[in-house]
């Protein structure tokens, strides 16, 4: 970048601005002169976790006081206060919206209204009626007040595409418009290498249907229920979708109008009604050759809902690194602090979903994790991060808002630790990380552990796919190795079955209701040690040259790819007929980015049949940001196909990260939504604060 762009933005910026960089300033010169080292890590001195401290945050948050941590509710926002206190106390630079702790969630919650009809209509014959609760639920995800459908119905047998698997039930389908009528699970397999044997992939939830659905373009999907596969009953679907259901507020991302589930009873009757039989079908879905099926069936529908928005917050601090060089990295550290909150249609005295263990005492350690790093007397070289979420319990929102924004924080996080629901028993003997083992961070976790006298544990249910349900999810899917922190069964001074009747009352008599309270008598000093444990492994995370990849082939590794490029299957998702073969990245404007000049160039790009890009035609975008994609879309190339050329609408947005300190960060591209790229950028004072720093 020629220098002549710095100097009138530096002559722009207020002179007090430059005292607060000064101190990081000369911290960093400090550390450049150390060698750099695998051995700097041994420097990190960390003084050791406070059970007290620990037992004080739990007591607080679960008290009457705080009334169950309800996102959307006074007692949500009050956690969410104390949090961001905490964190300023010990001294932590903000790392939320625009210099504050708080990243703002906004989310939208919606009841599906009791007008609300499915009919399955048959080319011919008569049509079949649904009864919503008894024989189909569903959720209206685009968050219309009403939507109309009448679409064709496709059979998909699992709707999965899993290119390691070498599994594609799509075959090409064109879903646009259409229904989408699938099997819940994944092939059946005894085989490790085949969808993991019995565990269950990312591929199987049902979050991944609703989600890989919609992006091929389908309005509606019909889930089709069975207990054995499900491991639940319709009862629980019908009770846990009969309630109001909150989303992230629409952000590009592809969404249904109908995500519905549909009993196995009443799928065996719409397949019926186009002469097919459910079991045969099951049989089809087992195999590689599966081909989808359009039924001679529309799925007439009327979703009816009520749309409630409101806004609830992530809470994000952090340590900056000591290393120039390598603190635009960071290591992460996640917990919920939302809980059910109150519910004053319960009888009085039991109306308040305390969620001590559930998640207060995550949060008790993840407080101490950032009290522990703000007090040492030097900063690992990385950055470390602390993010309190919201919403887990209502679908791990607020990790789910912190992770597809994880470009835009001050820092790239590298790897999170979660903590969720720590029961302070005693001292724990035995720890769980279901999810290190997909890391080649994993050594470094099994050496920790053993140090720190915990055996790890491997994962009891991996076919229940708890992976899929905690918070450090929602950063793995979107390329960052992640998993939570846990305890096993053993404690000092008890038998294991001991810890395993504790674990089984907790979850029979106390899990998500109100009686899950603080106890006097409970022995935090366990949860000192698996802070210290946590913050051993952040130590060494965040020192270790040797970077921290997924294990070639696992399910998340391509997230982690994607993330380094533009990831074409994104991007073009519903067009079957643009597949990206190279797409060279479309850097920021440097002058656009001196002006600060940020917004969205809409373009028509047109594809020869041979793949290569002919015609880009800028149809709007300031004149300062239209070059810059012009010249790198004419380099991408398409895989060939026949017939007439192809042509898209792109939308190019150009934003930038409004941090005013905080560390250095490379731009970075990302797909927020089909046909539409993401360009990031660092505000530019920023950029030229630090970089007249390292000079
Ligand atoms: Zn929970």
Request: proline share 6%.
């Given at each position: 970048?020629?220098?002549?762009?710095?100097?009138?933005?530096l002559l722009?910026?207020?002179?007090g601005?430059?005292?607060f960089v000064?101190a990081?300033?000369?911290?960093r010169?400090?550390a450049?002169?150390a060698q750099p080292?695998?051995r700097?890590?041994?420097t990190?001195?960390?003084?050791?976790?406070?059970?007290?401290?620990?037992?004080?945050?739990?007591k607080y948050?679960s008290s009457?006081a705080l009334?169950?941590?309800?996102?959307?509710q006074?007692?949500g926002?009050k956690?969410a206060?104390?949090?961001a206190k905490?964190?300023?106390?010990?001294?932590l630079?903000?790392?939320?919206?625009?210099?504050?702790?708080?990243q703002?969630?906004a989310m939208?919650?919606?009841?599906?209204?009791?007008?609300?009809?499915?009919?399955?209509v048959?080319?011919?014959?008569?049509?079949l009626?649904?009864?919503?609760?008894?024989?189909?639920v569903?959720s209206?995800?685009t968050?219309k007040?009403?939507s109309?459908?009448d679409?064709?119905i496709v059979f998909?047998g699992y709707?999965i595409k899993?290119p390691?698997?070498?599994?594609?039930?799509?075959?090409?389908?064109?879903?646009?418009g259409?229904?989408a009528l699938l099997?819940?699970n994944?092939?059946?397999?005894?085989?490790?290498?085949?969808?993991?044997?019995k565990?269950?992939t990312?591929?199987?939830?049902?979050?991944?249907?609703f989600?890989e659905?919609?992006r091929?373009?389908a309005?509606?999907?019909?889930?089709?229920?069975r207990t054995d596969?499900?491991?639940?009953?319709?009862?629980v679907?019908?009770?846990?979708?009969?309630?109001?259901?909150?989303y992230?507020?629409?952000d590009?991302t592809?969404k249904?109008?109908?995500a519905?589930w549909?009993?196995?009873?009443?799928?065996k009757?719409?397949?019926?009604?186009?002469?097919l039989d459910?079991d045969?079908?099951f049989?089809?879905?087992?195999?590689?050759d599966?081909?989808?099926i359009?039924?001679?069936v529309?799925?007439?529908?009327?979703?009816?809902?009520r749309?409630?928005?409101?806004?609830?917050?992530?809470v994000?601090a952090?340590?900056?690194?000591s290393?120039?060089k390598?603190?635009d990295?960071?290591?992460l550290?996640?917990?919920h602090?939302d809980?059910?909150g109150?519910d004053?249609?319960?009888?009085?005295?039991?109306?308040?979903?305390?969620?001590a263990?559930?998640?207060?005492?995550?949060c008790?350690?993840?407080?101490?994790?950032?009290?522990?790093?703000?007090?040492?007397?030097k900063?690992p070289?990385?950055?470390?991060?602390?993010?309190a979420?919201?919403g887990?319990?209502?679908g791990?929102?607020?990790?789910?808002?912190?992770?597809?924004?994880?470009?835009?924080l001050?820092?790239?996080?590298?790897?999170d630790?979660n903590f969720?629901?720590?029961a302070?028993l005693g001292i724990?003997q035995?720890t769980e990380?279901?999810?290190?083992?997909?890391?080649t961070f994993?050594?470094?976790?099994q050496?920790?552990?053993?140090?720190f006298g915990l055996v790890?544990?491997?994962d009891?249910?991996?076919?229940?796919?708890?992976?899929?349900?905690?918070?450090?999810f929602?950063?793995?899917?979107v390329?960052i190795?992640?998993?939570?922190i846990?305890?096993?069964q053993?404690?000092?001074g008890?038998?294991?079955?001991?810890?395993?009747?504790?674990s089984k009352?907790?979850?029979a008599?106390?899990?998500?209701?109100?009686?899950?309270?603080?106890h006097?008598?409970w022995?935090?000093?366990g949860?000192?040690?698996?802070t210290?444990f946590?913050?051993?492994l952040g130590v060494?995370?965040a020192?270790?040259?040797?970077?921290?990849?997924?294990l070639?082939?696992?399910e998340?590794?391509?997230?982690?790819?994607?993330?380094r490029?533009?990831?074409?299957?994104?991007?073009f998702?519903?067009?079957p007929?643009?597949r990206?073969?190279s797409a060279?990245?479309?850097?920021?404007?440097?002058?656009?980015?001196q002006?600060r000049?940020?917004g969205?160039?809409?373009?028509d790009?047109?594809v020869?049949?041979?793949?290569?890009v002919t015609?880009?035609e800028?149809l709007?975008?300031?004149p300062?940001?239209?070059?810059?994609?012009i010249?790198?879309l004419?380099?991408?190339?398409?895989a060939?196909?026949?017939g007439?050329p192809r042509t898209f609408?792109l939308?190019?947005?150009f934003?930038?990260r409004?941090y005013t300190r905080g560390?250095?960060?490379?731009?970075?591209v990302?797909?927020?939504?089909?046909?539409?790229?993401v360009?990031l950028?660092?505000g530019?004072?920023l950029e030229?604060?630090?970089?007249?720093?390292?000079?």
């Amino acid at each position: 970048m020629p220098k002549s762009y710095r100097v009138p933005v530096l002559l722009a910026v207020a002179a007090g601005t430059l005292l607060f960089v000064a101190a990081p300033f000369a911290i960093r010169l400090v550390a450049q002169q150390a060698q750099p080292s695998s051995r700097v890590g041994a420097t990190i001195k960390l003084p050791a976790a406070s059970a007290e401290k620990i037992r004080e945050h739990v007591k607080y948050l679960s008290s009457d006081a705080l009334e169950g941590r309800g996102m959307g509710q006074p007692g949500g926002d009050k956690a969410a206060d104390y949090i961001a206190k905490q964190f300023a106390s010990y001294g932590l630079e903000p790392a939320g919206d625009d210099d504050t702790f708080f990243q703002n969630v906004a989310m939208v919650a919606m009841k599906t209204l009791p007008d609300t009809t499915f009919q399955m209509v048959p080319d011919q014959g008569d049509p079949l009626t649904l009864k919503l609760l008894d024989d189909f639920v569903t959720s209206n995800e685009t968050q219309k007040e009403i939507s109309d459908i009448d679409a064709p119905i496709v059979f998909l047998g699992y709707g999965i595409k899993a290119p390691e698997y070498q599994w594609d039930d799509y075959k090409g389908v064109d879903l646009k418009g259409k229904v989408a009528l699938l099997f819940v699970n994944e092939p059946i397999s005894n085989n490790p290498d085949f969808f993991k044997g019995k565990a269950l992939t990312y591929y199987g939830r049902w979050t991944y249907k609703f989600e890989e659905t919609a992006r091929r373009g389908a309005v509606a999907t019909l889930i089709i229920h069975r207990t054995d596969l499900a491991s639940y009953h319709w009862e629980v679907v019908r009770n846990s979708w009969g309630n109001e259901k909150s989303y992230l507020k629409l952000d590009g991302t592809p969404k249904l109008q109908a995500a519905s589930w549909i009993s196995q009873e009443s799928a065996k009757k719409l397949v019926g009604l186009a002469q097919l039989d459910l079991d045969e079908l099951f049989q089809r879905a087992q195999g590689r050759d599966f081909k989808p099926i359009t039924l001679p069936v529309h799925l007439k529908a009327h979703i009816a809902s009520r749309v409630r928005p409101f806004v609830s917050r992530n809470v994000v601090a952090m340590r900056e690194g000591s290393d120039p060089k390598r603190n635009d990295q960071a290591v992460l550290y996640t917990a919920h602090y939302d809980h059910f909150g109150i519910d004053t249609s319960r009888n009085p005295g039991d109306q308040i979903f305390h969620g001590a263990v559930d998640n207060a005492t995550g949060c008790g350690i993840l407080l101490e994790l950032a009290r522990t790093f703000a007090r040492a007397k030097k900063a690992p070289p990385r950055t470390i991060l602390f993010a309190a979420v919201t919403g887990e319990e209502q679908g791990l929102l607020g990790s789910e808002y912190l992770g597809k924004r994880a470009d835009y924080l001050a820092v790239k996080p590298i790897l999170d630790l979660n903590f969720d629901a720590l029961a302070p028993l005693g001292i724990p003997q035995e720890t769980e990380v279901a999810g290190a083992d997909r890391t080649t961070f994993y050594p470094a976790v099994q050496s920790t552990a053993s140090r720190f006298g915990l055996v790890i544990q491997p994962d009891a249910h991996p076919e229940a796919g708890h992976y899929y349900r905690s918070d450090h999810f929602s950063l793995a899917r979107v390329g960052i190795p992640s998993f939570s922190i846990s305890e096993g069964q053993l404690f000092a001074g008890h038998e294991a079955a001991w810890g395993e009747a504790q674990s089984k009352d907790y979850v029979a008599n106390h899990y998500h209701q109100p009686s899950d309270l603080f106890h006097e008598d409970w022995n935090f000093k366990g949860l000192a040690k698996m802070t210290d444990f946590g913050a051993a492994l952040g130590v060494i995370a965040a020192t270790q040259w040797q970077p921290i990849d997924w294990l070639p082939g696992d399910e998340f590794a391509k997230y982690q790819q994607a993330a380094r490029s533009i990831d074409g299957d994104a991007l073009f998702a519903g067009r079957p007929d643009l597949r990206l073969v190279s797409a060279p990245t479309i850097p920021y404007p440097p002058l656009a980015r001196q002006t600060r000049i940020k917004g969205t160039v809409v373009l028509d790009v047109t594809v020869s049949t041979g793949g290569m890009v002919t015609k880009v035609e800028v149809l709007s975008g300031h004149p300062l940001l239209q070059q810059a994609p012009i010249d790198a879309l004419k380099k991408w190339v398409f895989a060939p196909r026949e017939g007439e050329p192809r042509t898209f609408r792109l939308e190019v947005e150009f934003a930038l990260r409004t941090y005013t300190r905080g560390t250095r960060r490379a731009s970075s591209v990302h797909v927020s939504g089909p046909l539409h790229l993401v360009i990031l950028a660092n505000g530019v004072y920023l950029e030229t604060m630090s970089s007249s720093v390292a000079k």
